[in-house]
């Protein structure tokens, strides 16, 4: 069975970085869609970017466009989140998570916003932006 295993949170003041990362251990990334998803005291889990399998493609939430970048290596069996100019609103636990295959040819190597989507997922890291 495939686990995942965040790393890279921590404490920051706005406007600072980090980089996220999340690196498979017993399977195989290199096929799938892989996202990232956030979810802060009180709110709902939410996307905030997925890359496909070899990054033929990748979704960001508008609030962060031009902030996030999303990678993968799929040699080392992670995938990235590079976090940049970030801001007390970014904070929340931050999950990766691997497409679920569904049966339908080749739909797991692409993303999906609805966490259902998903069936592997880490148990999380946590990112604490400070004012």
């Known amino acids: 069975q495939v686990q995942l295993e965040e790393s890279g949170g921590g404490l920051v003041l706005a406007g600072g970085s980090l980089r996220l990362s999340c690196t498979a251990s017993r399977g195989s990334l290199s096929n799938y869609g892989l996202a990232w998803f956030r979810q802060a005291p009180g709110k709902e889990r939410e996307g905030v970017s997925c890359i496909a399998s070899a990054g033929l493609s990748d979704t960001y939430i508008d609030s962060v466009k031009g902030r996030f970048t999303i990678s993968r290596d799929d040699a080392k069996n992670t995938v990235y989140l590079q976090m940049n100019n970030l801001e007390p609103e970014d904070t929340g636990t931050y999950y990766c998570?691997?497409?679920?295959?569904?049966?339908?040819?080749?739909?797991?190597?692409?993303?999906?916003?609805?966490?259902?989507?998903?069936?592997?997922w880490g148990q999380g890291t946590q990112v604490t932006v400070s004012s």
């Open positions: 998570a691997r497409r679920r295959a569904t049966g339908v040819y080749n739909e797991h190597r692409f993303c999906a916003s609805d966490p259902g989507m998903y069936d592997v």
